[in-house]
């Protein structure tokens, strides 16, 4: 199963890459899927690619439940 954690789009290059953050882990990214894709948008990314936009109430929803899950298995841990 895999995860796709919304992560803001903070920079783009002349070569059809971007640069991403989530909590400060910033990675490159390919944008070839999403060529639309702006700086300040929150995007999907998936084994290195940009797979879909959201918009930003939708980013916000997703990092809520994956900050719970997070949480909530941090509770585990400490049992």
Same mark, same amino acid.
């Given at each position: 199963m895999c995860l796709?954690?919304?992560m803001k789009l903070i920079e783009i290059t002349s070569q059809g890459t971007g640069k991403v953050d989530s909590g400060g882990v910033k990675t490159d990214v390919?944008?070839?899927m999403i060529p639309h894709a702006r700086v300040g948008d929150y995007i999907i990314?998936? !084994?290195g690619f940009g797979i879909?936009?959201?918009d930003a109430a939708?980013?916000?929803i997703r990092l809520d439940l994956f900050r719970e899950l997070a949480a909530v298995t !941090?509770?585990?841990?400490?049992?």
């Open positions: 796709a954690v919304p390919s944008l070839m990314i998936h !084994a879909e936009v959201l939708e980013a916000e !941090a509770g585990l841990e400490e049992s």
